[in-house]
């Protein structure tokens, strides 16, 4: 069902493209395909907080910009210290009167690294002390943006340009970071993960985190064709493989249960969805089986946690 | 009228930002800042001060927060000192390069290592170049009238840039001193409704903080620039409206006993009260001695230093911060640059003390006086001398 679902999505959501077409990114991005469906979700009354990276810089250039809904970038690792800041602000200026009392949400946009490495302590701290806001990582697996460099939500055995495949090395030799449930153990109360090959199922989840009074927490999947080195017509594909195989399970935590979006009886190898991929085209038999096996136990560990299973969309 | 109260300086700076009626302060703390944020939290918790009070995980996050509550228009203030000042560094240039007005009181304090809680410029030596306007402070009057005129200046239209008034950490900080704070409907009278011009806002989308290539990046710095000296005049205005307001009147350059005197000394900060005292015993030993004190540092005074050391024969500049390697202490670099190309100028003298809350007394001055006079008659083979070293 969803194969066909996919073509008619824009006509079944919102025309309206606050994240406006036209911007610089690479074809195929499946990141800027995200962010697009996230907006859909989102609507008007949303402020933008962007981190440094690739949407950053695909989507502004002075004096141009892709918004049509009010955006901030500052830095690369204070998003969500800068999104405390306007969330608090908005809510005291509210209580004083001196502002129209109108619900806006604060939206931060992110990368991997964005979330993940350098900006984890100021996110840490936002989803700690509990500021109404939702939180969008768009996990590419690497940075992406300065030139394809190894993340900690790199996938293991993956090449980039800082953790390359040579004779002595099979690339990354760490495995990704759980990023998403080191959300979760912040007991916030939603915590979800989506990739744009299921846009409904995207597209829901944003618009529940956003509706959710206090700190959400969404990681999307976002294949990058230039950085993954896979064909750029294949990234819907790509996207719908990794979550196939179970190496992206989707899923989400609400107020602490876990429920899964999608019940898969039976896994696919996830050799349908590295051999697509140049970043694993070096990988030997031996590091796949071993991937196999992590992937196999990661997902029997994540239905465990799940209290009642999602029925397929 | 103002009530003259005995009170901490760090309480009384609380109690302004909370006359002020700010909307958010976004801290982390650390010595010697601490009895600032500590009092703001205690006023926000007691219902004094309506306000958001955010205790973040980091000085590089509290400075962060600053600029999304300035963003969307909020009253915006925060304190730090030493190295939460350094980790505040790179937030600080996109305050002021996204024009966000915020204030901030920054509690001067060393920097590591060794570690130092104790005060002195380094601090606000390595934020020189951050675009902030930067005012100096001698005592706790200074401090509080400062704050005060700082919300009006960050927040002023023709200016919309972020603010740092200095208190030296302990010697200000810490110090119960006489005050006179101001009476709610004063402040009221005193200070403008702020509106930011474009925050953000639903209603009206705006995009804040895009990325510049080469072809436009030297353009936006250059408005930058223009925009931070061109601040200068509104500072002056609020000082004047400030003095006949509250009848306490400040000046980028200061200047005590200083006309027509040979040599003259310059401070910055606290030790400048230490400094008029040795000027007085040396006057009425009769020697021909002034003090010129530097208070706006930021949009720099060129014009006024050069008009207060015109006349002088030597000019003694103090410093409390190092530029390792360097020409001198870094205002005494600054001042000797100012006055480089005038006909007209004092030899300038660097000495550099009072490093990590050392003291300096009134015989200290004394003695980098007559030092200074020394060098100026008999030359030095030193850039500069270090006072109150052990060798």
Partial sequence: ?313 | MAKRVGMEVSLAVAEVAKLANVDVVAAYPITPQTHIVEHLAELVANGELDAAYIPVESEHSAMSACLGASAVGARTFTATAGQGLELMHEVLYVASSMRLPMVMTVANRALSSPLSVWGDHSDVMAVRDTGWIQIFAENGQQVIDNVLCAFCIAEDQRVLLPVMVHLDGFHLTHMIEPILLPEQSEVDRFIPPYHHPFPLDPDKPVTMGTFAPPIIYSEAKKAQEVNLRAAKKVILEYWDKFGKSFGRYYHPVECYLSEEAKVLLLTMGSFSETAMAAVDKMREEGKDVGLVRLRLWRPFPFEEIRQAVKNAEVLIVLDRALSFGGPAGPVCSEIRSALYNEDRKPKVISFVGGLGGRDITVTGFEKIINRGIEISQTGSEQEFEMFGVRE
């Fill in chain 1, 1 to 313: 069902m969803m194969e066909k679902y996919t073509i008619y999505v824009p006509r079944l959501v919102t025309r309206r493209e606050n994240f406006a077409p036209g911007h610089r990114a690479c074809i195929g991005c499946g990141e800027a395909l995200a962010v697009r469906l996230a907006c859909k979700a989102l609507g008007q009354n949303v402020i933008i907080v962007n981190a440094t990276g690739c949407i950053e810089i695909i989507s502004s250039q002075l004096p141009w910009t892709s918004w049509r809904v009010p955006w901030i970038h500052t830095l690369f690792e204070n998003t969500a210290a800068v999104a405390s800041g306007i969330e608090a602000g908005l809510k005291a200026m509210i209580r004083k009167g001196k502002h129209p009392a109108k619900e806006v949400k604060v939206v931060v946009i992110a990368g991997d690294g964005g979330t993940s490495d350098i900006g984890v302590q100021a996110l840490s701290g936002a989803l700690e002390r509990g500021h109404d806001f939702l939180y969008l990582c768009f996990d590419n697996e690497a940075y992406m943006n300065t030139g394809i460099q190894r993340s900690s939500a790199t996938p293991y055995g993956a090449s980039t340009t800082t953790a390359p495949a040579g004779k002595e090395s099979i690339g990354q030799v760490t495995w990704k970071k759980n990023m998403p449930a080191i959300a979760a153990v912040h007991d916030i109360p939603y915590v979800a993960t989506a990739c744009p090959s299921y846009p409904f199922d995207l597209m829901e989840k944003v618009a529940k985190g956003a509706a959710i009074d206090g700190p959400a927490y969404v990681h999307i999947l976002s294949v990058c064709p230039t950085g993954w080195r896979c064909p750029p017509d294949l990234a819907i594909r790509i996207g719908r493989l990794a979550v196939e195989t179970g190496i992206f399970p989707l899923y989400e935590v609400e107020n602490g249960q876990h429920k899964l979006s999608f019940d898969l009886p039976k896994l696919r190898p996830v050799t349908d969805y590295m051999k697509l991929q140049g970043r694993f085209r070096h990988l030997t038999p031996d590091i796949i089986n071993e991937i196999q096996s992590k992937v196999t136990e990661k997902y029997g560990e994540l239905k465990q946690k799940m209290v009642k299973t999602g029925v397929a969309k």
